[in-house]
């Protein structure tokens, strides 16, 4: 559903402007690469740092050229950056400063994650202390729609988690992941006023998680699966909002169409939008803006479907017209919901079955319009041709 526009916070979807990255062409830039040497310098102290440093710029310049296989060359620290091991495959070097672990953990509530939790939301967000709860930090960052799964193959995990940063064992930062078939979904960072600030965790940490993209990004090419279809995803973006210019600095950005659903790039969406003079709507696949409304005859139409008491009620997705959600009357053209199929008591079916069985399971008319609308709901969600191919829980 992310490559459709939904968005999560804890087990709530919502959709709104959704902001990525393609890993593959991501290179940072210098206040990334300074943020991430600092880090390491940090970690491994300056002697260690120094040798670990030179050890991987010849190791870099004698992969990259073969006339550098004779001569080695010395690159600047500032074009460089130090991968963010735990440990170093250098032998022997001194002991580093600090030692710096950063795993992958189930997403439960413990003290300490609640206590760096909720320094961090009166810190950042100035949100009054006595609004912080347990309960909230569980359905926030904990809760969530997905059932963990192990390894595939041994060799990645699915689901949410969350990614540890710890500094000499204690946590120092916390990121929310949701680690998908193709990609990673940044969900939220937290971190601690001391090395969380001075460090910048924020970036360290972006880096952390477009590099486990781009580890995918192998076991695509290893598999024969689609290098181009994994992303980096940041989050919602807002024209013009302050707290989020900071998305930016991760190159080339792009911003999911809410119509057409590809994939534009930011530059191009802003220069739109700087033409309609901030308009709130635009559309790079619909220019006109003309978002799919109900015409005369889809109104009768819905009428006439509201007096066999099947239209779509009040409330529902359908009424918000939210663009990249089809009309109920197009999807009703487009998909026959009785081949549609569902889990229902343990059992696949398609929702046909569902009528048919409708007064032995205890369902009167009003309780299975109900279920078709919620149904509808999910393909129009998710798009009639993923929705063909999903199994909808009741």
Partial sequence: MIDRGWRRSGKYLYKPDLRALDPAKFKPNKDQRRALNKFNRFILGDE??????????????????????????????????????????LQPLPHSTHTFTCTLTLP???????????????????????KITKDGFQRFLCDNPFELSPNDGGRRKLGTWHQEYRVDGKLVALAVLDLLPRGVSSVYLIYDDDIGERFALGRVSALREIALCEQLIKEQEEEGGDVNAVRYYMGFWIWGCEKMRYKGEYAPSEVLDPEGMGWETLERL?????????????????PAGESETPTDQEEKDDDNEEEEGTDSPPGTLFHTHMPGII???????????????????????????????????GLGKDGVEGMRIVVEEVVAGVGVEVGREVVVAL
């Avoid at 190791?59 to 091991?85: C, G, I, R």
């Avoid at 199929?341 to 059992?347: A, D, F, K, R």
């Fill in 48 to 89: 260690v740092y120094d040798t670990a440093l030179k050890h991987f710029t010849r190791k870099e310049a004698e992969a990259n050229s073969k006339a550098a296989k004779e001569q080695p060359t010395t690159a600047t620290k500032d074009t460089f950056s130090l991968p963010l091991h735990t440990s170093l495959p």
């Fill in 108 to 130: 439960t509530s413990t003290p300490e994650k609640f206590s760096l939790y909720k320094a961090y939301q009166i810190r950042v967000h100035r949100d009054p202390p006595s």
């Fill in 270 to 286: 802003e220069e739109a939008i700087e033409k309609s003079g901030g308009r709130g709507y635009v559309s790079l696949s619909n």
């Fill in 327 to 361: 009309s109920l009357h197009s999807l009703r053209a487009a998909h026959d919901i009785d081949e549609q199929l569902i889990l229902v008591n343990g059992m696949v079916a398609d929702f046909g079955w569902l009528r048919t069985k409708a007064r032995g399971l």
